[in-house]
């Protein structure tokens, strides 16, 4: 897609996570220290990490997203390689191990905060971001940047159904509308399909979870490299 001549009057939604401020970084560095931590005889690291994506998979359908999930999943990925329970002394290792995660300051992504100050007087933003309530509230509270967003939205799964019913509930215009985000899976696909427009910003640390491919002949789909390039075209 073409750039874009900055117009006022669109609607923009932000994903926040990986898009507005880091997070799975740390999720990642979590990962890679239990990873170390199992030292599993047979297994190397990549066939470790393939069972625990397999884990969180299954318990990001029943379990939902963030520090919790993964909590479980580590333990969980202990009982499908050993046969067993972890037991009370592996838990408490991993709940060290994973830590790293409890009242973390929000880090924000390259010029965030100054884009959204710039953005908000051109468009309406709002906000959708999917996980634990409390947590992505904790989040959004850290980040000092919810009064750029006239709503924000924590639901549980981003999929074309959410897009839906985000459309509905705030009466948006698809063809007006912009979601914008890093994940393939969860931002740009499923809105996409709800016939919303989409932005996708690539973060170095997406959960490979979240990773699908996109069609390169959708020219619905504007692919920036960074996020104060979204004031060349809004």
């Given at each position: 897609?073409?750039?874009?001549?900055?117009?006022?009057?669109?609607?923009?939604?932000?994903?926040?996570?990986?898009?507005?401020?880091?997070?799975?970084?740390?999720?990642?560095?979590?990962?890679?220290?239990?990873?170390?931590?199992?030292?599993?005889?047979?297994?190397?690291?990549?066939?470790?990490?393939?069972?625990?994506?397999?884990?969180?998979?299954?318990?990001?359908?029943?379990?939902?997203?963030?520090?919790?999930?993964?909590?479980?999943?580590?333990?969980?990925?202990?009982?499908?390689?050993?046969?067993?329970?972890?037991?009370?002394?592996?838990?408490?290792e991993i709940e060290e191990l994973a830590a790293v995660l409890v009242g973390y300051?929000?880090?924000?992504?390259?010029?965030?905060?100054?884009?959204?100050?710039?953005?908000?007087?051109?468009?309406?933003?709002?906000?959708?971001?999917?996980?634990?309530?409390?947590?992505?509230?904790?989040?959004?509270?850290?980040?000092?940047?919810?009064?750029?967003?006239?709503?924000?939205?924590?639901?549980?799964?981003?999929?074309?159904?959410?897009?839906?019913?985000?459309?509905?509930?705030?009466?948006?215009?698809?063809?007006?509308?912009?979601?914008?985000?890093?994940?393939?899976?969860?931002?740009i696909l499923p809105a996409r399909a709800a016939g919303m427009n989409a932005v996708?910003?690539?973060?170095?640390?997406?959960?490979?979870?979240?990773?699908?491919?996109?069609?390169?002949?959708?020219?619905?789909?504007?692919?920036?490299?960074?996020?104060?390039?979204?004031?060349?075209?809004?």
């Amino acid at each position: 897609m073409g750039v874009l001549m900055p117009h006022t009057g669109q609607v923009l939604v932000f994903d926040a996570d990986d898009t507005l401020w880091e997070n799975n970084v740390l999720f990642e560095r979590v990962i890679h220290d239990y990873l170390n931590w199992l030292r599993h005889p047979t297994l190397d690291q990549a066939q470790l990490r393939a069972v625990l994506d397999d884990v969180q998979r299954a318990n990001a359908v029943t379990h939902g997203y963030g520090s919790r999930m993964l909590l479980r999943s580590l333990g969980d990925c202990v009982e499908k390689l050993c046969g067993r329970p972890a037991t009370a002394q592996e838990l408490s290792e991993i709940e060290e191990l994973a830590a790293v995660l409890v009242g973390y300051r929000v880090e924000l992504i390259a010029d965030v905060a100054e884009t959204l100050s710039v953005l908000s007087g051109r468009h309406t933003l709002l906000m959708l971001t999917k996980g634990n309530r409390e947590e992505q509230q904790r989040k959004i509270d850290g980040s000092q940047l919810a009064h750029h967003f006239k709503a924000i939205d924590i639901v549980d799964e981003k999929d074309a159904a959410t897009y839906r019913s985000f459309v509905a509930e705030h009466g948006l215009t698809p063809a007006t509308s912009w979601m914008i985000g890093n994940s393939p899976k969860s931002d740009i696909l499923p809105a996409r399909a709800a016939g919303m427009n989409a932005v996708f910003i690539p973060n170095d640390h997406t959960w490979v979870l979240e990773h699908s491919e996109l069609d390169p002949a959708d020219d619905a789909v504007l692919r920036l490299r960074t996020f104060r390039e979204l004031l060349d075209h809004f």
